[in-house]
C-alpha cells in the first residue's frame, strides 16, 4: 500500500508521538492518519487484507495511529479518502467501470431496486451531452427521424430535450398521433434501464445519421438580402419568382421586410410609419427588440407620445413571444404597404457610409 508512505522517517513514532492526539481536522491530516482513516472507513475485513500486505513497522505505526484517533470530523474523513481516490486514480491506470460491472456492485451493495434508480440516474446523466448535440438538427429532420418509434420512445427522447425544441419537434409529427406522444410524456416519471438503453440507441443512431447530413443553408434569407441590394426594380423581380412559386415569393417578402431595418430608416421615413402604427402595436412589438430599433423609435415619436409610450409598456407586461413576433409582422406588412405605394423609401439594408 505505497500511498501509506510508511517508510518515511518523518512518519515514524520516534518523531510522531501518538499519545493524546487532538481531534483530528482535514487540513492537519499527515500521510499516516489518513491512512488511518481509510482503513477505518472500509471495514474490518477489508482493513485486514490491506494490514495482511504492510511490514511490521508500517503495521505497528498505523495501528496504533487508529487505536489513539478520536474526535474525527466528517471534513477529515472526506479529505483522507478523496485523497486516496485521487492517488488511486493516477497509479492504478484505472478509469471508469463498464454499466455491467456497476449493475452487479450495487446490487450487492444497495439491492437491485436502489441500484437501477441510481444507475438510471448516472447514465440519464450521461446521455445529455449526447442530446445536447441534437440541438443544432433542424426540428422537422428531428421529426422525420423518429416518427416511425414506438410512441413511449418519442416521449421519452422529447423530455430530454430543451421544452421549446421539444415542440417544434412535436409540431412537425403527424398529427393523428400527437396527443399519445404528449399523454406518454406527462405520465414519464421514472425510467427504467431498458427503456433508457433503447433510447442510447437510438440518439447514437440518430447522431451518426446527423453527422452525415450537408450543411444546411438559410437560402429565403439569402435571396432576401441578395434582392435588398440589387439596384433597380426589385418587386419587378419579386413578381418574376412569384409566378414560380408564390408561397416562397412570399416568404422571400417578409424577410426582405425585417423588423431589424427600422434602425436604419431616415427620420422622415419613421415619423411617417409611427403615424401610420398604432401605438398599442409598437408597445408590444418593441418587447425585448434591438435597443438600437427602440431608441431610434423614441428619438422620432413627439415628446408627449413617447412618454405615452413608455407608460403602456410598462402597463403590458410580460407579453408571449408569438404575440410580439405577430405583431412585428403586421408592423412590417404596413411599411411594405407604405412603400409599395411610394409614400416612402424605405431602406432596406444598412449602407456602407464615408464621413
Given at each position: 500500500?505505497?500511498e501509506?508512505n510508511?517508510?518515511?522517517p518523518?512518519?515514524?513514532?520516534s518523531?510522531?508521538?501518538?499519545?493524546?492526539?487532538p481531534?483530528?481536522?482535514?487540513a492537519?491530516?499527515?500521510?499516516?492518519e489518513?491512512?488511518a482513516i481509510v482503513?477505518?472507513?472500509i471495514?474490518?475485513?477489508q482493513?485486514?487484507?490491506?494490514?495482511?500486505?504492510?511490514?511490521?513497522e508500517?503495521?505497528l505505526?498505523?495501528?496504533?495511529?487508529?487505536s489513539?484517533?478520536?474526535?474525527?470530523?466528517?471534513?477529515?474523513?472526506?479529505?483522507?479518502i478523496?485523497?486516496?481516490?485521487?492517488?488511486?486514480r493516477?497509479?492504478?491506470?484505472?478509469?471508469g467501470?463498464?454499466?455491467?460491472?456497476?449493475k452487479?456492485?450495487?446490487?450487492l451493495?444497495l439491492?437491485?431496486d436502489?441500484?437501477?434508480?441510481?444507475?438510471?440516474?448516472i447514465?440519464?446523466?450521461?446521455?445529455?451531452?449526447?442530446?445536447?448535440?441534437?440541438?443544432w438538427?433542424?426540428?422537422?429532420?428531428?421529426?422525420?427521424?423518429?416518427?416511425?418509434e414506438?410512441?413511449?420512445i418519442?416521449?421519452?427522447?422529447?423530455?430530454?430535450?430543451?421544452?421549446?425544441?421539444?415542440?417544434?419537434?412535436?409540431?412537425?409529427?403527424p398529427?393523428?398521433?400527437r396527443?399519445l406522444?404528449?399523454?406518454?410524456?406527462a405520465?414519464?416519471?421514472?425510467?427504467d434501464?431498458d427503456?433508457?438503453?433503447?433510447?442510447?440507441?437510438?440518439?447514437?443512431?440518430c447522431l451518426?445519421?446527423?453527422?452525415?447530413?450537408?450543411?444546411?443553408?438559410?437560402?429565403?434569407?439569402?435571396?432576401?438580402?441578395?434582392?435588398?441590394?440589387?439596384p433597380g426594380?426589385?418587386a419587378?423581380?419579386?413578381e418574376?419568382l412569384?409566378?414560380h412559386?408564390?408561397k416562397?415569393?412570399?416568404q422571400?417578402?417578409?424577410?426582405?421586410?425585417?423588423f431589424?431595418?427600422l434602425s436604419?430608416?431616415t427620420?422622415?421615413?419613421?415619423?411617417r410609419?409611427?403615424?401610420?402604427?398604432?401605438?398599442?402595436?409598437?408597445?408590444?412589438a418593441?418587447?425585448?427588440?434591438?435597443?438600437?430599433?427602440r431608441?431610434a423609435?423614441l428619438?422620432?415619436?413627439?415628446?408627449?407620445?413617447a412618454?405615452?409610450?413608455?407608460d403602456?409598456?410598462?402597463?403590458?407586461g410580460p407579453?408571449?413571444?408569438s404575440?410580439?413576433?405577430?405583431?412585428?409582422q403586421?408592423?412590417m406588412?404596413t411599411?411594405k404597404a407604405?412603400a409599395?405605394?411610394?409614400?416612402?423609401?424605405v431602406?432596406?439594408f444598412?449602407e456602407?457610409v464615408?464621413e
Open positions: 500500500m505505497a501509506l510508511m517508510n518515511n518523518a512518519n515514524n513514532a518523531t510522531n508521538p501518538l499519545n493524546d492526539l481531534p483530528v481536522e482535514g492537519t491530516l499527515s500521510p499516516v489518513q491512512a482503513l477505518l472507513s471495514g474490518e475485513e482493513a485486514a487484507a490491506v494490514l495482511r500486505c504492510l511490514s511490521r508500517e503495521l505505526e498505523v495501528t496504533q495511529v487508529m489513539r484517533m478520536s474526535g474525527i470530523k466528517v471534513e477529515a474523513v472526506k479529505t483522507a478523496q485523497t486516496f481516490f485521487d492517488d488511486y493516477q497509479q492504478s491506470g484505472v478509469h467501470a463498464s454499466r455491467s460491472y456497476l452487479r456492485s450495487l446490487d451493495a439491492g437491485g436502489i441500484a437501477n434508480t441510481v444507475l438510471n440516474s447514465y440519464g446523466d450521461e446521455l445529455r451531452p449526447k442530446m445536447a448535440r441534437l440541438q438538427a433542424s426540428p422537422k429532420w428531428l421529426a422525420e427521424y423518429i416518427a416511425n414506438h410512441v413511449r418519442q416521449a421519452v427522447f422529447l423530455a430530454f430535450l430543451p421544452p421549446a425544441l421539444a415542440g417544434q419537434i412535436i409540431d412537425g409529427l398529427v393523428d398521433g396527443d406522444v404528449l399523454l406518454s410524456l405520465r414519464l416519471d421514472e425510467i434501464r427503456l433508457l438503453q433503447e433510447l442510447d440507441e437510438l440518439v447514437d443512431r451518426a445519421s446527423f453527422d452525415m447530413q450537408s450543411t444546411s443553408v438559410e437560402g429565403v434569407r439569402q435571396v432576401a438580402e441578395i434582392l435588398n441590394r440589387l426594380n426589385r419587378q423581380v419579386v418574376l412569384r409566378a412559386d408564390p416562397i415569393a412570399e422571400i417578402e417578409l424577410s426582405m421586410y425585417d431589424l431595418i436604419t430608416q427620420e422622415a421615413v419613421l415619423t410609419i409611427i403615424e401610420e402604427v398604432p401605438l398599442e402595436q409598437w408597445a408590444i418593441l418587447k425585448g427588440a434591438e435597443p438600437s430599433i431608441d423609435i428619438k422620432t415619436m413627439p415628446k408627449r407620445q412618454q405615452a409610450f413608455e403602456m409598456m410598462r402597463r403590458a407579453v408571449p413571444m404575440r410580439i413576433e405577430s405583431t412585428r403586421e408592423i406588412a411599411v407604405l409599395d405605394s411610394g409614400e416612402v423609401e431602406q432596406l444598412a456602407t464615408v
